[in-house]
């Protein structure tokens, strides 16, 4: 017995309504990207090795998927290498390409390599799959959308703020109400550190600081003291673990801490004009919100940081995020290019719609009229009225067979087929069709014209 096919862990089958779903908020956000000025482009699925090793750090590097060299690869391989079981070396021997592990360091490649041909500051969005050969669990799989839109070229901060109206801009098409859009500056973390004397512990400090949600005030400074942060710079944080109210309100008090700090004070400015001008343009749905614990991406962000949080009443992770880099493209050797970009969590955003029951009923649009096979000549006369039906915007079929009548209806109820026509002897003669509602079972005769409109 043959044995029953499967997919690779970590990957997905979608179905017919899923994909339907999927491509309703591809659209939605792919509509957005255009209407902002963003320009698409397209890379490989697959970039040569040195493009992506070394640009994740080591655990990155290990969930690349690397692809074997055609043909025999071994006769090529690194013998030394292959009898001391050294796999790094090896490796490099007998593999040259690997699949993008994001959509980020590609990009970064195409900048380098099209610099002549792109006008500055360049506007791309990017969606498109990526692979990673990570441990699959709920919520992470080894092979997922990116929806990426970035900015190089500029360092205004204009650019952030109309990407805080593109996140408003999509979450409010897509009517999910409710949504937080939060924001810190890694010049404000890097200038808090200073103040307390552990600017070489930035990460360490962050770290813990990003814990006061889910551990509170003690264990967060206890964690501090066990990174060797002193006793002292801690108590200069005591304003931080009170720090709520306003943007504004938060603003001031962050002015007190950091007065020393010219570093903060920087990140300070920044975040003031940044606020000013989304309370002078206003948002449609989302809410903007100063969040000092903010900390991802710290190896590679240098300005704003962004992370969306979906409504309160769903319990799920970010849905989105992004920030400021100022050298994305020195990794490829062209260096001072600035940019800004955001990304979204496509698997993330179903499942609150799904969980919110928020997919329009259109957004799985069914085919609307099965005509009936009672064989070739009724067929024929059928796939006239279904090409007119069609060219009316009207999604219609044919029964691919003349098979007994239960099996045809069968088939329109199980597909949730609203209507059903049937043509024989008599509406062909008379130039007419049979319609049958089938949630009701009511028939009708109707002409081409009034199939239209009813239909």
Known sequence: MAQKPSIPKGTRDFNPEQVAKRNYIFNTIRSAFETFGFQPIETPSFENSETLMGKYGDEGDRLIFKILNSGDYLSKANQDAYEQKDALKLTSSISEKALRYDLTVPFARYVVQHQNE????????QIQPVWRADRPQKGRFREFYQCDADVVGSDSLWQEVEFIQLYDAVFSSLKLEGVTIKINNRKILSGIAEVIGAHDKLIDFTVALDKLDKIGEE??????????????????????FSLTGSFETQIESLKSILASSEEGTKGIEELSFINEAISELGLNTATLQLDVTLARGLNYYTGAIFEVAAPESVKMGSIGGGGRYDDLTGIFGLKNVSGVGISFGLDRIYLVLEELNLFPETVTKNVEVLFINFGDKEALFSLKAIKTLRSNGINAELYPDSAKMKKQMNHANKRLIPYVVLVGEEE????????????????????????????
């Open 428 to 455: 062909m003669k008379s130039n007419t069709f049979t319609l049958k509602t089938m949630s009701t079972g009511d028939q009708q005769k109707l002409t081409i014209e009034e199939l239209i409109s009813h239909v």
């Open 118 to 125: 792109i006008e500055f500051p360049f506007k791309r969005y």
């Open 219 to 240: 264990k967060v400074k206890e964690e501090m003291r066990s990174k060797g942060i002193s006793e002292q710079g801690i108590e200069k944080l005591q304003p931080l």
